[in-house]
T-cell receptor, first 112, second 114 residues
Framework: EAEVAQSPRYKITEKSQAVAFWCDPISGHATLYWYRQILGQGPELLVQFQDESVVDDSQLPKDRFSAERLKGVDSTLKIQPAELGDSAMYLC??????????FGQGTRLTVV | LAKTTQPISMDSYEGQEVNITCSHNNIATNDYITWYQQFPSQGPRFIIQGYKTKVTNEVASLFIPADRKSSTLSLPRVSLSDTAVYYCLVGGFINAGNNRKLIWGLGTSLGVNP
């Protein structure tokens, strides 16, 4: 069964450092999402891509976060500089047209 | 934004049927209702999706009344491995001309006891 691949699985970084997460969606899925999930809460959408275009980044803290999906396939989410409050699970998901999203295992980020 | 309300937690026993109800009073005409399951330290997993009446798959059933202002996820004969958080979401898909964002609430934490 095809899966959304994310790496790394875990990341520990120091405050003010840069950190990046990578996501490879299920082949053929045009829509890609990045979510942030703080422990005990539901996922919060950071950015949504349709192919290579951003369709929603209203909740993305653009002063420190950036996301790209070159060629409309895999995607990278970057944080620079990282802050203590960025500690969370970062989830990537993808979906084909008009159906549900499939999630990856996530990247657990700890900022120290 | 399509807001949902569901119980924070529920407890059950192995072998019992569990029903989790979600209210979504401001559901729009072209919104779908989607349920996800999430285990600790894993990404959410799709369970079931519906628009109206009843939908059934190999793991669950989804009951949606005519007014669509609520929905009930039914898990038949739960086991210990069904212990997880269950999220109810309401929204649409941009490709279907509906860009109402899916909002994730706190979900329902289901505990299944032996």
């Amino acid at each position: 069964e095809a899966e959304v691949a994310q790496s790394p699985r875990y990341k520990i970084t120091e405050k003010s450092q840069a950190v990046a997460f990578w996501c490879d969606p299920i082949s053929g899925h045009a829509t890609l999402y990045w979510y942030r999930q703080i422990l005990g809460q539901g996922p919060e959408l950071l950015v949504q891509f349709q192919d290579e275009s951003v369709v929603d980044d209203s909740q993305l803290p653009k002063d420190r976060f950036s996301a790209e999906r070159l060629k409309g396939v895999d995607s990278t989410l970057k944080i620079q500089p990282a802050e203590l409050g960025d500690s969370a699970m970062y989830l990537c998901a993808s979906s084909p047209t008009n159906t549900e999203a499939f999630f990856g295992q996530g990247t657990r980020l700890t900022v120290v | 934004l399509a807001k949902t309300t569901q119980p924070i937690s529920m407890d059950s026993y192995e072998g019992q049927e569990v029903n989790i109800t979600c209210s979504h009073n401001n559901i729009a005409t072209n919104d779908y209702i989607t349920w996800y399951q999430q285990f600790p330290s894993q990404g959410p997993r799709f369970i079931i999706q519906g628009y109206k009446t009843k939908v059934t798959n190999e793991v669950a059933s989804l009951f949606i009344p005519a007014d669509r202002k609520s929905s009930t996820l039914s898990l038949p004969r739960v086991s210990l491995s069904d212990t997880a958080v269950y999220y109810c979401l309401v929204g649409g898909f941009i490709n279907a001309g509906n860009n109402r964002k899916l909002i994730w609430g706190l979900g329902t934490s289901l505990g299944v006891n032996p």
